[in-house]
């Protein structure tokens, strides 16, 4: 090179727009142009012979030290990092660090870029990414990226200074805010990651001694002093104070509004958005009251419609939650002044509390979202808090609901008979057919585990076919195993979806041909609700199984909608009356029977006898009640008085010791 040329390049150097310095192999500034200067808030001659690791702080982590020396020690091309530096001004700024060899000089060339201008537009991008237009609250990402890190135990974004996911309004810059390693840059407070992956082997790497950051500064160099390393790491004390320890507990409440579709259906979606973003200004009053968190106070987000939540790190227990919530019921239930008009509106809360050990963002999640259910569902407008019993049934009952249909094609499930006796003569006439559910999991479960879930999915279907079959199959054994003994007659419950989503009247003519059980011997019981104001398919079917010759029974009488009217037009022949009925009719520790509920029997019994119906009795428990329903005129009789639920082997015990033509 020329001399010419080398005046040239060290002109370009001196006045280049680009901060850079030229380093030796230790590190040490050889020489600095004037953007270097200026960047540092120094005179450039001033910056010679100093430790550039000092400068830009590049000796504040191991990871950043040891990529930094490699390519000091030329086992790496290049290195490149983002720090947060500090002007002597008192200014922040931020700036992307690049170290690289110079060929052939044996030295290396640091250059510095200012990038706060492009942090500051990310910064302002991601807060418009991460909050909703309508509240101007954090919006479903930011609540659920802040949840995460909450529950992993780490600051969300170590030191920032967080007031409901808007840290800018404490007029700290843009760059201040989000310096955690992520989308929009590297390193919190000079914990940086170099951009390329060579790194060098972990033997090839200087010892270090410990140190606060968990491998301090390498030996042979000199101690670092924060006095002349401008790497802002004042704001995390400032954030979380001394000792800053948490409770280990993380709160939730998750409300959606009452009837705010209404509301939009009504007077629009101006007025629906107007009236969110004056509720989320009332969440936040309550968030704020109620205190601030070791992370800078409780986070308020809109997570989509009308539902909102408000997350409490560092929660102190559950009392602290549901006064939260009592403020929030509290505050939103006073009117609404929008644009003249008066809108009142509630919410539903669902409140959780727990340890953060163990708890994942989805888990809390699903409590939240189940509690809010159970609030809408007990009334709304109200909070209910996250209760493990109820919800360990709700789970069971998900299980449930996930295995009952493949249950009833592998046949999981067994029927029990209990005897229907004869109220006169303690003969028994027939017998119910009760299914049980055998469940690898849970054991046997009687009906009211599992029957509601049938109808609603369907499966009642199939399930109620296959008792159908079964129970008269069993009838018809019965009958060829005891051909001297009056046979029993068998009824079987069926559902009114079991009318509506089947053929029920082909499946019992089938079913009878195929076992060869007698059409009178078959009685098919429907509640009272499903019964009771039947009209075109239910009753045409009800219609044409008692002109086949089958039995038709109203189970649960008394209970339901107890239309007289209808029995005299109802294809029916038996009324089985309720047991809250009967059970007045027992002495329990001294307390006489009610005289209402026998008066209530009594004309019960004597009306379906008038029309021409059977009455049977349930929940018969003692000799005193079958008495007095005897003495009424009830015609048979079922409960634990004559016998419980049991096996087929059972009832043939049952049926060898009657007497023959019974």
């Not at 953007?35 to 000796?59: H, K, M, N, S, Y």
Request: a negative charge; proline letters at 5%.
């Amino acid at each position: 090179m020329t001399a010419a040329e080398s005046h040239d390049y060290r002109a370009a150097f001196r006045t280049a727009q680009l901060a850079m310095a030229v380093l030796d192999r230790e590190g040490t500034v050889l020489g600095a142009n004037e953007a270097f200067g200026a960047l540092l808030g120094a005179e450039p001659g001033t910056l010679i012979e100093q430790d550039a690791a000092d400068l830009v702080d590049l000796a504040s982590d191991r990871r950043t030290w040891h990529a930094y020396r490699a390519v000091l020690d030329s086992r790496r091309a290049r290195f490149r990092c983002t720090r947060r530096l500090k002007h002597t001004d008192g200014r922040t700024l931020w700036a992307e660090v690049t170290v690289s060899p110079l060929p052939e000089s044996g030295t290396v060339l640091l250059s510095i870029a200012d990038i706060s201008d492009r942090r500051d537009l990310q910064a302002r991008l991601r807060h418009l990414q991460m909050h909703d237009p309508v509240t101007r609250l954090p919006n479903r990402t930011l609540f659920f990226e802040r949840l995460t890190a909450a529950l992993e135990g780490t600051s969300y974004e170590r030191g920032r200074t967080y007031d409901r996911g808007r840290a800018y309004e404490r007029g700290l810059p843009y760059g201040e805010q989000h310096h955690g390693e992520g989308p929009y840059g590297h390193g919190a407070y000079g914990d940086s990651r170099p951009y390329e992956t060579d790194r060098p082997h972990e033997a090839d790497r200087p010892h270090a001694d410990s140190g606060p950051y968990g491998g301090g500064r390498p030996r042979g160099t000199r101690p670092y002093d924060p006095a002349h390393a401008h790497a802002d790491t004042d704001a995390e004390a400032d954030v979380y104070g001394p000792g800053h320890g948490g409770t280990g507990r993380i709160g939730l409440c998750y409300l959606d509004l009452d009837g705010f579709k209404a509301i939009n259906d009504t007077l629009g979606h101006r007025a629906g958005d107007q009236l969110l973003a004056a509720v989320a200004t009332r969440l936040t009053e309550c968030a704020d009251h109620d205190g601030y968190t070791r992370s800078g106070g409780h986070l308020v987000a809109r997570l989509g419609g009308d539902e909102f939540a408000i997350l409490v790190e560092d929660s102190t227990g559950t009392e602290q939650l549901a006064g939260l919530a009592r403020s929030v019921l509290a505050a939103l239930q006073r009117p609404f002044d929008l644009g003249g008009q008066r809108l009142a509106v509630s919410a539903s809360i669902g409140v959780v509390e727990r340890a953060v050990a163990g708890t994942t963002p989805t888990g809390l999640m699903q409590a939240a979202d189940t509690t809010l259910y159970w609030a809408k569902a007990d009334g709304k407008a109200r909070w209910t808090l996250f209760d493990p019993e109820r919800n360990a049934h709700r789970m069971t009952r998900q299980a449930l609901t996930s295995t009952l249909r493949p249950a009833v094609e592998r046949e999981e499930f067994t029927l029990q008979y209990q005897p229907l006796v004869g109220m006169a003569d303690g003969v028994v006439r027939g017998v119910e057919a009760l299914v049980r559910w055998n469940h690898p999991q849970f054991g046997t479960l009687s009906p009211n585990r599992f029957i509601g879930i049938a109808e609603e999915d369907g499966s009642i279907v199939p399930l109620g076919r296959w008792v159908l079959r079964t129970a008269c199959r069993q009838a018809r054994q019965w009958q060829r195993d005891h051909p001297d003994t009056k046979p029993l007659f068998v009824s079987v419950n069926v559902a009114v979806r079991q009318v509506w989503d089947s053929d029920l009247v082909a499946d019992v003519a089938e079913i009878l041909a195929e076992t060869g059980l007698a059409p009178y011997l078959l009685q098919l019981e429907l509640t009272e609700s499903a019964v009771m104001g039947s009209a075109g398919r239910p009753l045409q079917a009800l219609q044409a199984l008692s002109d086949m010759g089958v039995r038709i029974a109203i189970d649960d009488f008394g209970t339901g909608y107890s239309n007289l009217a209808y029995l005299s037009r109802l294809p029916v022949s038996v009324l089985k009356l309720d047991g809250s009925f009967v059970r007045g009719f027992r002495y329990d520790e001294g307390v006489h029977p009610s005289p209402a509920d026998e008066t209530i029997v009594e004309a019960m019994v004597q009306l379906a006898h008038r029309l021409g119906l059977t009455v049977t009795a349930e929940g018969v428990e003692t000799s005193g009640q079958a008495s007095r329903l005897q003495r009424i005129g009830c015609d048979t009789g079922q409960g634990w008085l004559f016998s419980r639920p049991v096996a087929p082997e059972r009832i043939a015990e049952m049926i060898a010791v009657r007497p023959p033509n019974v």
